[in-house]
């Protein structure tokens, strides 16, 4: 299995910022798209940043200009750094990684793993 790993979340008043880390471990042979969700009490889970394993970013039209994703391929984490955040970003913050295994027994499997969430508190 391929396990997820988050840190970085917080409190922080409206206009701060934030940078949060996520890191894959495991029998890992290739980590593909690495992504952040946000869950904001009482609603889905929604996608707010993507990096492919070349490191083209995408953002979430809420977040963008102010959310910048990069990525440490040797050390397969991302890190999702957040400036002028405002209370509307409150939420878990997921990160989410796709990619190929290897099991025990060499074998290859296709892995979509998740991290147990980090909170993020924005106060106004």
């Known amino acids: 299995q391929v396990q997820l790993v988050e840190s970085g979340g917080g409190l922080v008043q409206a206009g701060g910022s934030l940078r949060l880390s996520c890191s894959a471990s495991?029998?890992?042979?290739?980590?593909?798209?690495m992504n952040w969700y946000r869950q904001a009490p009482s609603k889905a889970r929604d996608l707010v940043a993507t990096i492919t394993s070349g490191g083209v970013s995408t953002y979430a039209e809420s977040v963008a200009g102010r959310f910048t994703l990069s990525r440490d391929n040797a050390k397969n984490t991302v890190y999702l750094q957040m400036n002028n955040l405002q209370p509307d970003d409150t939420g878990i913050y997921y990160c989410?990684?796709?990619?190929?295994?290897?099991?025990?027994?060499?074998?290859?499997?296709?892995?979509?793993?998740w991290g147990q969430g980090t909170q993020v508190t924005v106060s106004s």
């Open positions: 495991g029998r890992i042979v290739s980590v593909n798209a």
């Open positions: 989410n990684a796709k990619g190929i295994r290897r099991s025990l027994t060499d074998r290859r499997f296709e892995y979509d793993s």
